[in-house]
């Protein structure tokens, strides 16, 4: 596709549920992140992936966070037993190079809302 | 722990007005600095700089990097109303692949 895709584009959940984030990057792009932005803040590194490949994973909250990438393009951030902490946007961004000279381009995230 | 301070966190200026946003950053072996815009959700990319004294422009927007006192500028001359929006400011350091992000500078230009 023409631009990093996500969604939903707007996520409610009741406290304890789980929920799934999608993530289509570009197609081709090699690097993947997630960032979390919460209300007020700059975006936080949650994890990376090179391909199908989970390089990087320090910043994911808690055992409750989850991310895959199994065939190297379409990646899912699973969050287990929502908190109301966890409310945010959560926001994904791609590239084709692992370090591109150029940034990286975000997707227009999925805003959770934990009630 | 890499840091990223930004400054203001909010600004209001008039149509046409000169605005330079601030960005003073600790990172361990730094690699890169970054400059986004963000309106509504997705940060879209400004500049990367890695060395210092080089400006980028592009347009109306410019930026600038000094790695001895570890800081960045990002200058917007003729402000409109269409560069209303956060600015964020991330730096990358080397063997890391993740950003590390301010908080963002909300610019707000008024007609």
């Known amino acids: 596709g023409a631009g990093v895709s996500q969604s939903p584009r707007y996520k409610v959940a009741k406290r304890g549920q789980d929920v799934a984030l999608r993530c289509d990057p570009i197609s081709g792009h090699v690097s993947l992140f997630w960032y979390q932005q919460a209300l007020g803040q700059g975006p936080e590194f949650l994890t990376y992936?090179?391909?199908?490949?989970?390089?990087?994973k320090s910043g994911l909250p808690s055992d409750r966070f989850f991310a895959e990438r199994p065939e190297g393009s379409v990646s899912t951030l699973k969050i287990q037993r929502t908190q109301q902490e966890d409310s945010a946007v959560y926001l994904c961004a791609s590239s084709r190079q692992p370090r591109p000279n150029y940034g990286y381009t975000f997707g227009s995230g999925t805003r959770l809302t934990v009630v | 722990e890499d840091k990223v301070v930004q400054s203001p966190l909010s600004l209001v200026v008039h149509e046409g007005d000169t605005v330079t946003l601030n960005c003073s950053y600790e990172v361990t072996n730094f690699r890169s600095l970054l400059w986004y815009k963000q309106e509504k959700k997705a940060p879209t990319f400004l500049f990367m700089l890695t060395s210092s004294g080089i400006e980028k422009k592009s347009g109306r927007l410019s930026s600038i990097l000094d790695k001895k006192e570890l800081f960045s500028i990002l200058n917007i001359t003729a402000t409109q109303t269409g560069d209303s929006a956060i600015y964020l400011c991330?730096?990358?350091?080397?063997?890391?692949?993740?950003?590390?992000f301010g908080k963002g500078t909300k610019l707000s230009v008024i007609p």
């Open positions: 992936f090179q391909n199908e490949a989970q390089l990087d």
């Open positions: 991330a730096v990358e350091a080397a063997g890391s692949y993740q950003l590390t």
